[in-house]
């Protein structure tokens, strides 16, 4: 049997070490497949035009979790695969993860990516969205070369939620009057369709059937709205060490995220007035952030976005009921947890 070291330098912020911690017990399974998608990553990040390998290698190496790389080997494990071909069709799911963020710090006018000057700081407007545009179409290049329908109808209606997903987050772009239906609606089409995209195309992969399928893309989709949430309540708890942006990001980008939404449906009229006051400066100081932090956290809106978090990694959990008790199944329940209380 041949052993695969792990280097531990040359992986990716998900699974930083710690003693008996829950992060490092999900490391010490997945520690390979972990090593496995960053040399893939690295192989087919490579382009004929040297600007797109820059600005693709800038973004990739930049330490991203591979949550969705490692959801999707992780299902179709779950589902009985073991042909030893799952690596490049997860990496589709980092490719359109990658361009995503690209095309976001565009329209946002991102400053700050994981700690580092965002790539269209580097290069650019125009080359970031040409190189998201590339990374886009390489990712369904690479789809196409397992010559399963099924697997290229999902990744496609994915997509196109997404996109749809960031025209909805662009037209409620400073609406303090979005409700938290329409909220969960933008998150779920722009991160909980593609977490729920892999897991499904797992199950595919694995060749199971409409049941385990379901409930995989049940199980993506809870995990992905747990991990958006939890986003939501760092941009105003977290340190900008770790979050690798400054805190209070979403707010100086006009964003109404669930914390806040609450907030001003439990707060004074005077206390909502405030904050559209606030919310129509170019630039909110720091001493209103502060102010907005305050009353987010006075009027429960940080702790009823932790449950709501909470409650949907337990409804992922519980979609893994139909699969048989076993060392992967554990690992994907781990992960259901580690989102909610996870620090970046």
């Known amino acids: 049997m041949r052993v695969l070291i792990v280097d531990v330098s040359a992986l990716p912020n998900f699974m930083p070490p710690g003693p008996g911690n829950l992060k490092e017990k999900i490391y010490a399974q997945v520690g390979p497949d972990l090593v496995r998608i960053e040399e893939e990553i690295r192989h087919l990040i490579d382009s004929d035009i040297p600007l797109i390998s820059r600005v693709g290698r800038y973004i990739m190496d930049s330490g991203g979790k591979r949550l969705r790389p490692l959801l999707m080997i992780l299902s179709s494990r779950l ?10 069709l997860a990496v589709v799911f980092e490719f359109l993860h ?53 697997i290229l109808q999902v990744l496609l209606e994915a997509t196109t939620k997404m996109s749809e997903g960031e025209v909805l987050q662009l037209i409620n772009s400073e609406n303090l009057e979005i409700t938290e239906d329409e909220y969960l609606e ?10 729920s995209a892999a897991c499904q195309i797992g199950a595919i992969l694995g060749g199971t059937g409409a049941t385990e399928e379901n409930a995989l893309k049940a199980y993506g989709h809870h995990i992905g709205i747990a991990f958006q949430l939890i986003d939501d309540t760092l941009d105003f708890t977290g340190e900008e060490k770790e979050l690798g ?38 630039r909110i100081p720091a001493q209103d952030m502060i102010e907005i932090r305050n009353l987010v956290a006075r009027t429960g809106g940080i702790k009823y976005t932790n449950n709501q978090a909470a409650m949907h990694s337990l409804r992922a959990k519980e979609a893994l009921k ?7 199944k554990e690992i994907l329940d781990d992960m259901a947890d580690y989102v909610t209380c996870r620090r970046a």
Not at 263 to 268: G, P, T
Not at 322 to 328: D, Q, S
Request: charge should be positive; include cysteine.
């Open 186 to 195: 933008v998150i779920t089409r722009k991160t909980a369709v593609l977490i």
């Open 79 to 88: 589902c009985g695969y073991q042909q030893g071909n799952d690596v490049p």
């Open 322 to 328: 139909v699969f048989p008790e076993g060392p992967v």
């Open 245 to 282: 942006k400054p805190v209070g990001n979403d707010l100086q980008e006009g964003k109404a995220t669930l914390p806040l939404i609450y907030a001003l449906r439990n707060s004074k009229a005077a206390e909502r007035l405030r904050v559209r006051q606030i919310f129509s400066a170019d």
């Open 98 to 150: 990658a361009a995503a963020l690209l095309h976001d710090d565009v329209v946002d006018h991102g400053e700050f990516r994981r700690g580092q000057p965002a790539a269209n700081m580097v290069w650019g407007n125009a080359a970031v969205v040409l190189v998201g545009d590339y990374l886009y179409s390489r990712s369904i290049q690479m789809a196409v070369t397992y010559r399963d329908v099924r």
